[in-house]
């Protein structure tokens, strides 16, 4: 959406065609990077070229072996206005100055394949100018560009990830005997699936119609969704795979299944991309602007 | 759907043409009647007339001056299996017998016009057996034929109370003001309305798939998404509301704003028509019986 | 504490044998009064008088026809420090100006015996000076003073009503059946009382502790303490009645159990005295500050 | 308590020197431990010997290199009353059979120094009759008799562990700055630590009552405090370190603070030790028992 033909050609091909992979380096250790104009990496200027320095983790990906090439997020105007400071360039990995230093795990697991996500220093990295991705100050745009479709993509995910967990729980409660009887015939228990299986399927259909919004629409006017089902999802997905966990007892946290790992990833979605509180503000502000004039309802 | 030609020439006409009211008298205070088997009153055939005996409370609608006719259900016979015990029968008010002992209030308010449901002893009512509603024994049936509908208006309504609620909210955040602002700038406050917003889109949409589910196919298939909303809709609207009352302090409990009493209706259905634990279990027994064979997934 | 010797052998003493009752006349329909600094009721003086002039609501037990005085808070230097702008003043209901213009009701419940609180207008109330309680801008210390001791008596008395209702929830479940056993079997009531007991046992020592610490030392020194029971007590005991009510079915909202009248006053007091969001950001605030400097741990 | 003098020499006297360590060997992979009557290993007479055979996991400790014995349990009369069928029986870890498997991780996370704890094969292992810990059939005896210990022990070190996490919330609070100020000026952070505040006190002194009541009575008179603190510390915990990782964004899920560690070793403890559900199971009926005669209140 954003880059050159040349970049495409460079960078777009390979990553379509499945050879190489990409890291989005955004989130800052030094810094409460909820708030995007904390953001304190500095690609400066110099002649020909831009000049990369900073320390970045969550970067989602980079300990991949085909990772190659990192969008990097970074001040490039501290004196404009604080949604215009930041640009985003093309940082590849084998550039002098980039340091992978380890893999952020999340819950003592890895965040995806090969070590999933990785801290990095950029120490003074020098590209060319042409590295850019848009203009300068546009990274925020950019970034705001590619978060609804982003987020949506999660939310799938999570529903998945409930889903599984949900099923699991089912099978399980139905072979396992306790005090005289198969789990599943505990109240406590059908509670936790009648739970799990009302807050699913209200979650699924706001997934759904966002998803419907944004693809007849544009993200901008699904963005209260878009917001909302970020908050919902992980939130949802926690609390079944918490049941479902409970509902095998050791088994549930050991690494025979996967409900663990599946908790520790949906939990981690409730800060990775924008912490719920970030989401919850943009919701209630958005809602008390559309309200004040006439307040026809709670809804669009 | 149940009445004879006769029984429609006699009440319901003059029901649609609102001349009249009815109630409906099933729950007794003496028994759990959540459980449906529980049901205590007695219909026993004597000639021509069934004579009916017992006591029912929050009869619906009874302490209205218009209210003329209640739908009773009681025992015709006790050695019959528990599902074809009951039957339903049609008792004129004005029948000698008939005492409309009181208002049944919920948290100190009457549950509808002119005093809301009732308490109602049936002492030796006599009606002709021709008031029968279907066949002896098919009270429980008709019971289930009607409860869906009856449910899915509940839950619309109680979005209608839970959107008063956010509305009412909203605007009164944005005009009082405390510690140098108004609430709508607290935190606190923001994630109130938000997780309403998110509550209630949700909650939304789970309705209207459950009422398309029944307009396009029937009652029976969407019984899964009947007990959710039963069960959801209550809950959100319970919470919103409480949330709305707390943003407006001592107003919010006050008779000036509708939002105590609306709270009070809405905890209600949580008790009404089923306690919320009798539809999670339904919901659960549900799942788990479709779940056995090859369990594909959390849903059909 | 605070009245001159003429104050007391005027009101006091007939208050002490019971003749009249006082009501506290703070609270103010038109403003955020969880902000004390809104008050906007006038205290002006005027030669040897002060004049009221005002409306309250929740001025508490003056629907009592034994009712005979007010302590009324209002402003008496608008021009002063926030803290020091309010004062208050002794106001016989009787004088002219003074009109009770109704019951401010909880719920559906009068919050008190004889129609509980009130809603009062002072209109151009006229008092001599004498009845100044304390120094002019001495308001705010004066309600500081009391409110310690009056929040744990508030607390106790909630202890009170939730062993109530976990007293008659178990009585109950133990005498219904539903579904072929007692309520008491269910797993589900179970863990409601369960939880209840865990609840209840833990607000219970704090309580405990906190009327120790405030007997043993002062107001001031158990601050942190006290603003914690009055969260927590009203929170418990409204969540120990509401499963209480539900295992009750109707007869838990019905007026023939004292539940949901006790409901309707331990909600009350999330919002009197303080609503709890301002209580708990006394705490954080309270917490942060001792904090800073070594941080040795999360209590003194 | 339990061991003959010759088991303590052997055994108990390195243990206490620090010389060696010890597993319990209880919870097994293929049945539902929550339920002690369902566990399966086999320990059979056979001349002056027992034969162990059977498969647990969760074996506390059982991975360090210093881990020289087991105590397991299993079934020495299958024919017997089921809290009669079990014993007690120490293993040396280096008897041929005895196959230590794997770590049983959670969450990631070794579950204690050096792999934490494990999962063992006793496969047909040979010991002499004299290594059984008291009777055949004291196994469950022997069991109840040290939870309670074993409990109270749990619930302190969970409350450390929610202070430390309350304690590095609020320093990284006071540091970190978004959206214009520190984060602890946020209401919805303040609402955390509050609400985190609340919660531990209330805990604290519950688990202080319980250690006084053992330390006083005994283990049966505190069974009920010993069960409350045994659900409500691990819950407590498992909220105040899960709000201070989300005040923590992605530092708090990371390596490089001990909150997502500490949070689930907290989790942990929801299962093991006997999971939530069967110590509010005991709870609701030991005060169902207790109120039946005259239901004189809700505590003793």
């Not at 500095?42 to 990369?52: A, L, M, N, P, Q």
């Not at 479709?149 to 399980?172: E, K």
Request: charged residues 20%; aromatic residues 6%.
């Amino acid at each position: 959406m954003f880059g050159t033909n040349e970049q495409q050609a460079r960078w777009l091909r390979p990553l379509l065609d499945g050879e190489i992979r990409s890291a989005f380096s955004m989130t800052e250790p030094e810094v409460a990077s909820s708030d995007a104009t904390n953001i304190a990496t500095r690609i400066e200027r110099d002649g020909g070229d831009y000049v990369v320095t900073g320390r970045k983790w969550w970067s989602s990906g980079a300990m991949s072996p085909r990772c190659a090439l990192a969008i990097v997020m970074g001040v490039t105007d501290p004196a404009a206005d604080p949604y215009r400071r930041q640009s985003m360039i093309l940082v590849p990995l084998a550039e002098p100055g980039v340091h992978v230093r380890r893999s952020t795990s999340v819950y003592g697991y890895a965040d995806g394949p090969h070590g999933g996500h990785a801290e990095i220093d950029y120490d003074h990295v020098r590209v060319p100018a042409t590295n850019l991705l848009g203009d300068e100050g546009s990274g925020f745009a950019i970034a705001q560009a590619r978060l609804g479709p982003g987020r949506v993509h999660h939310c799938m995910r999570l529903i998945g990830m409930a889903d599984r967990a949900l099923d699991l729980m089912c099978r399980r409660v139905t072979d396992r005997v306790a005090f005289g009887g198969p789990l599943a015939a505990q109240g406590v228990i059908q509670e936790w699936i009648a739970d799990a299986y009302i807050r699913l399927e209200q979650l699924r259909l706001l997934v759904l119609k966002t998803a419907w919004l944004m693809d007849t629409t544009d993200n901008r006017t699904a963005r209260r969704e878009i917001a909302a089902i970020k908050v919902a999802a992980p939130a949802t997905a926690v609390w079944v795979i918490d049941r479902a966990i409970q509902a095998h007892g050791g088994a549930g946290i050991s690494p025979d299944l996967p409900l663990a790992s599946l908790w520790a990833h949906a939990r981690t979605l409730q800060i990775a991309d924008g912490p719920d509180e970030v989401h919850r503000r943009s919701i209630a502000r958005d809602l008390l602007r559309s309200q004040q004039p006439a307040a026809s309802g709670a809804t669009r």
